[in-house]
């Protein structure tokens, strides 16, 4: 009962608290879910180019004041490990194709892939043969541990059976093995990293160096769906020198942008959009608008990177600076289940109120609705209508008592004319007994 008189009477305030406690509520789970302004991101060794593009997405994401620390790394495999390692810190990383698991996939997400990145086959000038037969009794670097060019290198000398006849794999990171071929303590050198890189440029402008192509491209791309088949052009190094001499095929791996699963939503969007401005003109290799695409090739694309490809970025992203644009679409996700409620409460309660106040003096027009029909029974029977008057007497009270809003003031005035009526006829009635 006391609950009940309570409802009744504080109602108001009852629905005020309620909706700023919602609402406070809504404001903390909002506050605690936007997107951290600080992210780590796995990049690569000097003289590649995953630490160029690192440097190109920190400036971008500084614009829209969120820091990107960058962690050097040795490559795509050490990227690779540190998403994976859940104390690392990073949740951002460039890693190329196929040198991840299933079961690793399963645990993170790609953003889409980014750029070509040729698997670069340079040898000095001495060197004879074609193909992989120039590779019999050679020193040969195949990448620098922790890169994503050693495990792929590895993979092909044993498909083309030379594994075991080259004098010498050596693991050296991209400057030390340009160091090494350029003096000649290395006959040939493999790498796999952009056209841009500095490491590429410096080689392909070295007259006493070398690129060789892959006479059997088509198979390797057939064997390995994760590769794709490219065409340096003659000439495109240098066309006073015609450098290189001739067409130049080789097989490709392409770079993808891999989050940990979990990153906030609105960080993937910015990083995709910041992929679409860095990577989005044409190349050597790829025409404009190429990249990024939504390609899965050993990882599975994230639901909003999904979502990005097929209708672009989020509605107020394109107006909105980022963390407004994030802020107002929380707030937009909120207030809809709020004012889901609140409209009808703000149906429902007036009427509620208006039955509550009514129903106060509605029960006392039951009870003189009673009385009024016990004295014409008195009068019929011959009663002694004393009690009866007492009876009204009480009720007029309770009506006396009633504590009404202003809107509703009228009524208890009108219920004690009402009482003064039933009071009149039962005295007459009284009266006339006599």
Not at 23 to 42: E, K, L, N
Not at 290 to 305: C, H, K, N, R, V
Not at 393 to 414: F, I
Request: with cysteine; charged share 20%; proline share 7%.
């Amino acid at each position: 009962m006391a609950a009940r008189d309570i409802l009744r009477h504080h109602w108001p305030t009852l629905t005020i608290a309620l909706t700023a406690g919602a609402i406070a509520c809504a404001a903390v789970f909002m506050v605690a879910s936007m997107p951290p302004r600080t992210i780590v991101m796995a990049t690569g060794p000097d003289g590649e180019a995953y630490k160029e593009v690192g440097e190109r997405y920190r400036a971008a994401l500084a614009r829209e004041h969120v820091e990107l620390k960058l962690r050097p790394t040795a490559g795509g495999a050490e990227n690779l490990a540190l998403l994976l390692d859940p104390h690392s810190g990073v949740d951002v990383a460039l890693v190329p194709g196929g040198i991840t698991s299933a079961v690793d996939a399963a645990r993170l997400e790609s953003l889409g892939t980014l750029f070509y990145e040729p698997i670069w086959w340079f040898h000095r000038r001495d060197v004879e043969g074609v193909g992989a037969a120039s590779l019999r009794g050679r020193r040969v670097a195949i990448g620098a541990p922790g890169s994503g060019m050693l495990p792929i290198s590895r993979e092909l000398l044993k498909r083309n059976g030379t594994e075991g006849q080259i004098k010498e794999a050596l693991e050296l990171s991209p400057r030390a093995t340009v160091a090494k071929l350029k003096s000649g303590d290395i006959d040939i050198a493999f790498m796999m990293t952009s056209w841009d890189a500095p490491v590429v440029q410096e080689l392909l402008a070295d007259e006493q160096i070398q690129l060789a192509g892959y006479p059997r491209a088509d198979a390797f791309v057939a064997l390995y769906p994760f590769m794709s088949k490219l065409t340096v052009p003659r000439g495109v190094r240098d066309l006073a020198k015609d450098l290189p001499p001739s067409d130049i095929t080789l097989v490709a791996s392409k770079a993808s942008l891999v989050i940990r699963k979990g990153l906030h939503p609105a960080l993937q969007y910015l990083l995709i959009a910041a992929a679409t401005d860095i990577h989005g003109g044409p190349g050597i290799f790829q025409h404009a608008n190429q990249f990024p695409a939504a390609e899965a090739i050993d990882i599975p694309l994230s639901s909003e990177a999904r979502q990005f490809y097929r209708s672009g970025p989020p509605f107020l992203r394109n107006y909105l600076p980022f963390w407004l644009a994030t802020l107002l679409g929380k707030l937009i996700i909120l207030l809809i289940p709020i004012v889901g409620v609140l409209y009808p409460m703000t149906q429902f309660l007036p009427r509620l109120y208006d039955w509550l106040m009514r129903s106060k003096v509605l029960r006392l027009y039951g009870e003189l609705r009673l009385l009024e029909d016990e004295v014409l029974h008195a009068h019929r029977n011959g009663h002694d209508t004393g009690e009866m008057i007492g009876r009204l007497d009480r009720l007029e009270q309770q009506a006396n008592e009633l504590r009404m809003p202003a809107a509703y003031a009228s009524m208890p005035y009108v219920l004690r004319d009402h009482i003064a009526l039933v009071r009149d006829s039962l005295k007459k009635e009284a009266m006339a007994g006599r």
